[in-house]
């Protein structure tokens, strides 16, 4: 009985040697696939966090509104300031710019999370230019000629650009240090827990970056005559500063949860150079 060598299979050896070249496509084009969809996402969070600080800025403290009043029992009354209530009443009153902040503290965060300090610190840059560049567009428009018998509402671009000057200007000398500051203790303290305790940096950033914001912007809108007559004491300033920063606190606490599912959802994208993941990418 004679054994003969087995015979070569073509079909065999062309999907072997197919195979590498087939894998390496399909590999470079997931990676392609998932570096346009971290670039959307990334666009997106600076989209989200540039629209809010431009609209914040000219609305600002054109109007201030109440969230929410309430009556303070008798026993807690010596422990609540006098400033901060009216008698018996404490109301959440609020400048309507602030209200789209809160978005704000969760796209940046997210942005720090996921793409590390360099691009956080690109978007506090981005939006401090952004803010010189609209006050260049409105005073370019404001100083040009109106042509009469056609502008609509000439007295209502007056008064929107004068408060937009103040609050922008305000809010610039402001934006730029509590923001900055915010990515500084944000990484801080990402090092310090090697990428645990998601909610210690989200909270401990954003709650000491807007105590330096909140004082700041509201001090120059006082000393910048920009905000109510009515606002003319430090008593009254320091109303607006507590009415203001308690917001923000509480904003950043109710956003937590947000911030924990969103890393989690968005953790495939994931580039921080620091190496820290909250998450294991290969969970789930």
Request: hydrophobic share 50%.
């Amino acid at each position: 009985m004679s054994i003969h060598a087995a015979e070569p299979n073509p079909v065999t050896e062309h999907n072997h040697s197919a195979h590498p070249e087939s894998y390496g496509r399909m590999g470079e084009d997931r990676r392609e696939r998932q570096r346009y969809h971290r670039d959307v996402l990334f666009l997106t969070l600076c989209a989200i966090f540039l629209t809010a600080l431009v609209m914040g800025n000219i609305i600002g403290t054109t109007k201030f509104v109440t969230l929410f009043s309430l009556t303070i029992p008798d026993w807690l009354l010596p422990l609540v300031p006098g400033l901060v209530r009216s008698g018996s009443t404490y109301a959440m009153v609020i400048p309507v710019g602030l209200l789209a902040f809160p978005v704000t503290f969760l796209a940046t965060d997210l942005v720090s999370e996921l793409f590390g300090r360099k691009r956080a610190q690109l978007l506090v840059w981005v939006g401090f230019f952004m803010n010189i560049f609209m006050i260049i567009v409105m005073s370019v428009n404001a100083w040009l000629p109106n042509a009469f018998g056609v502008s609509g509402g000439l007295e209502l671009f007056d008064g929107v650009y004068s408060f937009f000057i103040g609050n922008t200007i305000a809010s610039m000398l402001a934006y730029l240090t509590a923001q900055s500051i915010d990515v500084r203790l944000f990484h801080f303290w990402k090092d310090l827990t090697k990428g645990k305790h998601l909610w210690l940096r989200n909270n401990a950033s954003t709650m000491i970056s807007q105590m330096v914001d909140t004082v700041a912007i509201m001090s120059i809108l006082y000393f910048a005559g920009n905000l109510s007559e009515s606002v003319n004491t430090f008593g009254a300033l320091l109303i607006l500063i507590v009415n203001a920063y308690l917001f923000k606190f509480f904003a950043a606490l109710f956003d937590t949860p947000l911030f924990y599912a969103g890393v989690k959802l968005l953790r495939r994208f994931e580039e921080d150079p620091s190496g820290y993941r909250l998450y294991d990418e290969k969970a789930g």
